[in-house]
């Protein structure tokens, strides 16, 4: 279970929060982790009780009937339909090998505790069952940090999207990334963020809600634009303002 050492928050504001692991150990050890996780991003953001199994038994039941369609327009509109009722906003995300960013706009009240509550507790049962483990997967308390204005909200997009350069440049952040070229071909080829889905790809389009996100950038093409950007730089953002672990 995780839980925030932040009281409280307010519906219609916007938090980025980080999920790390007990002892820093790994929580993805090959794609079907990462896919399990990126299902539970967008089963458990639904105020009803969500069984996981069960959905996608129903989904299963509605593919065999739905492909039999012969309107490919119905059979996507048909496979991923299952009812929801969302809790937060996801606006943007990031699976790391040993922690989670989120950037998570709350939209019912206690959204976000509920959330990160189901989401927590999912993937661990999920994890601990498949590697035969038990006790914590996730430290007790996630850290949130409110956004507070525009500005500090495209600082935490574009670091949430650049956390995955520190995979293949670990020490980036002091010293800097010796292949600008090579770091943005990764992250354009990093496959477990929601900055494919911003660029255009189609990565994972029903997890994250991107309408919000777009009007503030004005142009998705700036999306590339400033995190190439960043890297060039090397920006240094204080911890003051934003929360950069």
């Not at 896919?35 to 996981?52: K, Q, S, T």
């Not at 009240?109 to 590697?131: E, H, P, S, W």
């Amino acid at each position: 279970m995780a839980t925030s050492k932040q009281r409280e928050f307010f519906n219609g504001e916007i938090y980025h929060i980080v999920l790390r692991s007990v002892e820093g150990i790994k929580i993805f050890k090959d794609d079907s982790d990462y896919y399990r996780a990126i299902f539970g991003l967008y089963e458990f953001n639904n105020d009803h009780p969500v069984n996981i199994w069960k959905n996608r038994k129903k989904r299963k039941a509605k593919q065999q009937v739905v492909l039999g369609s012969t309107s490919p327009n119905l059979i996507s509109k048909n496979l991923f339909s299952l009812k929801r009722d969302r809790i937060v906003e996801i606006l943007a995300f990031c699976l790391m090998p040993n922690h989670i960013h989120l950037l998570l706009r709350q939209i019912k009240d206690q959204g976000i505790t509920k959330f990160m509550r189901k989401f927590g507790t999912g993937y661990a049962m999920y994890f601990n069952k498949k590697y035969d483990r038990k006790g914590h997967l996730f430290q007790s308390n996630f850290v949130s940090v409110h956004i507070k204005n525009e500005a500090q909200l495209s600082v935490v997009f574009n670091y949430i999207h650049l956390n995955p350069v520190s995979i293949i440049f670990p020490h980036y952040k002091e010293k800097g990334i010796a292949d600008v070229e090579k770091a943005m071909s990764f992250l354009e080829s990093y496959k477990w963020s929601s900055l494919l889905d911003y660029l255009g790809q189609k990565n994972f389009p029903s997890v994250t809600q991107r309408d919000f996100m777009l009007e503030v950038i004005s142009d998705p093409k700036l999306v590339r634009e400033e995190i190439l950007s960043w890297l060039k730089q090397k920006k240094e953002v204080k911890e003051t303002e934003v929360l950069l672990e």
